[in-house]
């Protein structure tokens, strides 16, 4: 049975703090990684890719990847009230994609 | 890029009857594309894989009789629910697969069924 694992939260970050979510999984030949933004009544949006050892950055974001501790992250710079959110870690093989349960992050303003 | 377009974006039915929800993506050709429900609170729950031109792939638990699915074209995926009933309310979101393995998610449909 492939797990991805996420602290569900709430994940409260005052309002220009960095927000650190954090996921990790179990399934060791998993080739694909990433973070999707679910806002309360809407569909999931993906905000960041990454497949690869290493950091990876888009904007505020960036994504971070351990392959060897089975661990990814995302981090959330200058934190805004519209990041409020919860945030689906998915990782995924050549087809399907297992999704962990999603952390609700809260930014205060 | 990347769009994914659902059809009813809300849908009220009485039970007993069938609705028809429709997902296509927009700008992208998918061969794959991919199913699921979300009830109130809770994570996403994958109903069934669509591949174009072939059956499609339920998971476990999910009555392949009552959830029909037809991928058509390689930007038409259906899910007709049939003879749905109060329990099968919720929020029903298809996704297509993109050329490295990412999932684009269409906006969703609310299916309450009275």
């Known amino acids: 049975q492939k797990e991805v694992e996420q602290n569900s939260g709430p994940l409260s970050v005052p309002e220009g703090a960095i927000a650190s979510l954090n996921c990790t999984y179990s399934d060791r030949g998993s080739q694909s990684f990433f973070w999707y933004r679910q806002y309360s009544g809407k569909s999931p949006e993906l905000i960041m890719s990454i497949y690869s050892n290493g950091d990876k950055e888009d904007g505020r974001f960036t994504a971070q990847l351990n392959k060897a501790s089975q661990y990814v992250s995302l981090l959330i710079r200058d934190s805004q009230p519209s990041d409020s959110a919860t945030y689906l870690c998915?990782?995924?093989?050549?087809?399907?994609?297992?999704f962990g349960t999603g952390t609700r992050l809260t930014i205060i303003p | 890029g990347a769009v994914v377009s659902q059809h009813p974006s809300w849908v009220i039915c009485k039970s007993g009857t069938s609705v028809k929800i429709e997902c296509r993506s927009l700008?992208?050709?998918?061969?794959?594309m991919f199913w699921y429900r979300q009830f109130p609170k809770q994570s996403l729950m994958l109903m069934a894989t669509s591949n174009e031109g072939s059956k499609a792939t339920y998971e476990q638990g999910v009555e392949k009789d009552k959830f029909l699915i037809n991928h058509a074209s390689l930007t038409l995926s259906t899910l007709t629910v049939t003879s749905a009933h109060p329990e099968d309310s919720s929020f029903y979101i298809c996704?297509?697969?993109?050329?490295?393995?990412?999932?684009?998610f269409g906006p969703g449909t609310r299916l309450t069924v009275t």
């Open positions: 998915a990782v995924g093989g050549n087809e399907k994609l297992t």
């Open positions: 996704s297509a697969k993109g050329t490295n393995y990412e999932q684009y």
């Open positions: 700008d992208f050709q998918a061969t794959t």
